[in-house]
């Protein structure tokens, strides 16, 4: 969390000094005429640098991913410059529509007169001039329907179905904000080190937009197959699913998710494999009723029914970590610890890595229980079972008192975020270092 939080305030800062550093010394000044243009265009760049960054990252480019510390992070990040997007181009309208400065007595029209003879930052002429107007007209279209989607995305209760079609728009947009950037930034000048900077963003940014466009974010990593099988556990909320794939997989990582397309007019979803890979073709899903599409799932999947699978994703790599781990999962989150536990299960060599497993679970869910235990026991893991109603709950002083050395582990936490931030405050207290607890932030909006 810390490093995305770091990333995004290092690419405000980045923005805000090259803009800086870009401006002549009498743009500097902090004159009404300097203070608007600079207001103006620094929101509108800022407003292209944040979408920009967004949109590149939309890609899920695996070596973004490993930078940004996995893609849940990647997305919260990417959230984070949506929402930045919106409200500096909401800033930069409002420069722009500085009339309303005037008519509230903040400003008298004179005021905003650039003093003749200054020759610098805002000064240089624009070899698109004929098509301003349209640029400027594009921009302000872009800027409505930008925040109507930032708002609609925000919105949890806006349907994912409809969030996903919608959020295709945002390509769109980008690409006329683009255009808008292109035609109307040769006021400024290119050649500075904002300019400079603004190009490498369009550069790239643009065909990104036309990959997401076409639908082609994500090909290379595709793999299709069939539904082989469907179980269902906890009285029906959660469905088993194995998929038997067609076409070939790289392979996964235990802790690793999928984007899975049961439905295509639905679109993707992120589900965690629950199956360690063994290269026999299959993958499993274990998917908890938590949303209006996961509670059809029962009932509308089929063995037979096409799948597109794509990944995998994710770095909760607990997997690739030697030392001495505490797992702690809460009711579905138990979905990469069991890929993990299979695949300790099955292992030829057996592991000696010390791990504790707090696993707190639905008394309905008797079959998944009985799985956990016995792969557990297979594995060496030792497991701490919390059946609702029956034993106490995991509490960061349970998970301290039943590993004393509790400061020589690492912990890999899956499930709720309220339950998650309990269980790292508390741990933290008892003097864990908070770069030893691991949870993925899994919400992808």
């Not at 650039?114 to 930052?121: L, Q």
């Not at 643009?206 to 082989?228: D, E």
């Not at 026999?280 to 509670?295: E, P």
């Not at 009932?299 to 702690?328: K, M």
């Amino acid at each position: 969390m810390k490093r995305i939080k770091w990333i995004f305030l290092l690419l405000m800062v980045l923005g805000t000094m090259l803009y800086w550093v870009s401006l002549t010394d009498i743009e500097r000044t902090f004159a009404p005429w300097a203070l608007r243009k600079s207001l103006l265009y620094y929101t509108g760049i800022m407003s292209f640098v944040a979408m920009s960054v967004g949109v590149i990252l939309a890609l899920r480019l695996r070596a973004v991913e490993y930078c940004v510390g996995g893609l849940d992070k990647h997305y919260r990040l990417h959230k984070w410059l949506g929402i930045a997007a919106a409200l500096f181009a909401l800033a930069h309208w409002l420069s722009k529509k500085y009339k309303w400065l005037i008519e509230l007595g903040l400003y008298e029209r004179k005021d905003f007169a650039t003093p003749s003879g200054t020759i610098g930052f805002f000064q240089h002429s624009n070899f698109f001039n004929p098509l301003e107007d349209l640029a400027e007209d594009m921009g302000e279209w872009a800027l409505y329907v930008l925040l109507v989607l930032a708002v609609l995305a925000l919105w949890k209760k806006f349907p994912y179905r409809y969030f996903f079609k919608t959020h295709r728009v945002l390509a769109v947009i980008y690409l006329m904000l683009a255009f808008h950037t292109l035609i109307l930034f040769g006021k400024i000048d290119w050649l500075t080190p904002i300019g400079i900077w603004v190009g490498v963003l369009l550069t790239i940014g643009i065909p990104a937009a036309f990959i997401s466009l076409f639908q082609r974010i994500g090909a290379s990593h595709r793999a299709s197959g069939q539904i082989s099988q469907i179980l269902l556990h906890e009285d029906g909320k959660v469905t088993e699913v194995k998929v038997r794939l067609s076409t070939p997989w790289e392979g996964h990582r235990e802790g690793q998710f999928a984007f899975v397309t049961f439905d295509t007019r639905e679109g993707h979803h992120p589900f965690t494999l629950s199956s360690s890979w063994k290269g026999d073709a299959t993958l499993t899903f274990h998917i908890k009723q938590l949303g209006d599409y996961t509670r059809t799932l029962n009932h509308a999947l089929h063995v037979g029914d096409l799948v597109t699978v794509e990944g995998p994703y994710g770095r909760f790599d607990f997997a690739s970590h030697t030392g001495p781990q505490i797992w702690i999962a809460g009711g579905i989150g138990i979905t990469p610890f069991l890929s993990r536990l299979e695949a300790l299960a099955h292992d030829p060599h057996p592991s000696q890595q010390s791990i504790s497993l707090f696993y707190s679970a639905r008394a309905s869910d008797h079959a998944l229980v009985e799985r956990v235990t016995s792969l557990a026991q297979q594995a060496g893991v030792t497991l701490h079972l919390s059946i609702s109603g029956k034993n106490p709950a995991v509490t960061a002083q349970s998970v301290f008192e039943n590993v004393p050395d509790l400061l020589k582990h690492t912990v890999w936490f899956c499930g709720s975020t309220g339950f998650g931030e309990a269980i790292k405050r508390g741990l933290l207290k008892k003097g864990l270092p908070s770069r030893r607890f691991h949870q993925e932030l899994f919400e992808m909006r």
